[in-house]
């Protein structure tokens, strides 16, 4: 791999990944957010009810993470579609097996 | 502690986003010594926390400063063929000897940045989008050298492909921690899930944590375009230095 690459000429891919990072990030963070508040301020424990929104607090801020954590995976496939629809096919392959590598990753548990 | 919680997530996140390291090299040394947690949580806890700096990273991001993107593509499939190979001769090759080769590779790596930052400006910039990037072979084989040891040893390799990106390929230091940064969320998400099955992330030590450190990359990757290059490339070459006699001396010691 010798030859020499332009880092992204025209704007649209980071404009892209910009664009996802930012969304998926935010709406992760307040998954996270609203859980921990819902979590760390709910009502007392002695509650019976209290214990359903514990759990529902939880329940929220592990969806968040799980949100957080498919950011890097969203963002090859992001430069992958990228790649795909300018017609740049082997950069296109590149992102494909990083993705796969990635998902085999997830799926066979690193 | 939750608030000492956010409070370590910002230092290390604002480190790891100038650095391009991600931020777990100091949060699982910090959360096992300071705070107690078991190792399996605080390594749990740091890879969510990785990818919350790439994250914060590629949110602050602008025209100038975000990654390039098909550099660290094409520099992750070498360390994805570097952790097979790895895999592969773990049973051959010593993980005491290969500590002491690491180590080796990390002081050549300093020496080579020290050497070639002698030649350059003072107002080097910190982001260029003017750049073509050079030596793919070197560059690659580092790349996969980083992910044969990160498999064999658990060390992360994002502290060595910033000055490699830097020093070797020819990329604006800005440029190469911002790749380095996206990098290394990609290898914390392929291994995360297996701690969250394993109930390894908890929730509320990692929301206080991860949501301090992807504050902490915001702040990081706008402090980064104030800082001069030179005084970066200075912390990433103390920075080296640290890890290589770390690495040395656990493979010297037999501690692998």
Known sequence: MSESVPHDPDDVLDRNMRRVSRGLSGFALVLMLVGFVISVTGPHPIDVHAIDLGARGQRLMLDGIIVLCLLPAVRVLTAGAYYAAARRLAQAVVALVVLLELISSIVTGG | ?256
């Not at chain 2, 947690?37 to 890879?47: C, E, K, N």
């Not at chain 2, 969510?48 to 993107?69: L, M, Q, W």
């Not at chain 2, 070197?138 to 050298?145: E, P, R, V, Y």
């Not at chain 2, 450190?213 to 402090?223: I, K």
């Open chain 2, 1 to 256: 502690m939750l608030l000492a919680l956010f409070a370590t997530g910002v230092a290390a996140g604002t480190v790891g986003a100038m650095l391009g390291l991600g931020g777990g090299i100091f949060l699982v040394p910090a959360l096992t010594l300071a705070f107690h947690l078991p190792v399996r949580i605080a390594v749990g806890t740091s890879l969510v926390s990785v990818i919350a700096t790439s994250a914060g990273v590629a949110a602050a991001a602008d025209h100038e400063s975000g990654a390039d993107v098909l550099l660290a593509l094409r520099l992750e499939v070498a360390t994805a063929a570097g952790a097979v190979l790895g895999g592969l001769v773990a049973g051959l090759v010593s993980p005491n000897a290969l500590a002491v080769l690491f180590a080796a590779v990390v002081f050549a790596t300093a020496g080579y940045t020290l050497v070639k930052s002698l030649g350059r400006t003072s107002d080097e910039a910190m982001y260029r989008r003017d750049y073509r990037p050079r030596r793919w072979t070197l560059g690659s084989a580092t790349a996969g050298l980083a992910g044969m040891v990160s498999g064999l040893l658990g060390v992360g390799g994002g502290f060595i492909k910033v000055p490699t990106m830097y020093a070797v390929m020819g990329v604006p230091l800005g440029v190469a921690t911002a790749t380095s940064n996206f990098m290394v969320g990609i290898t914390a998400a392929a291994s995360v899930f297996v701690y969250i099955a394993r109930g390894d992330v908890l929730p509320l030590v990692v929301v206080p944590t991860a949501g301090g450190v992807f504050l902490g990359a915001v702040a990081g990757s706008l402090l980064q375009a104030r800082v001069k290059v030179g005084a970066l490339r200075w912390a990433l070459i103390v920075l080296l230095l640290g890890i290589g006699v770390q690495m040395l001396l656990r493979g010297l010691r037999g501690g692998v």
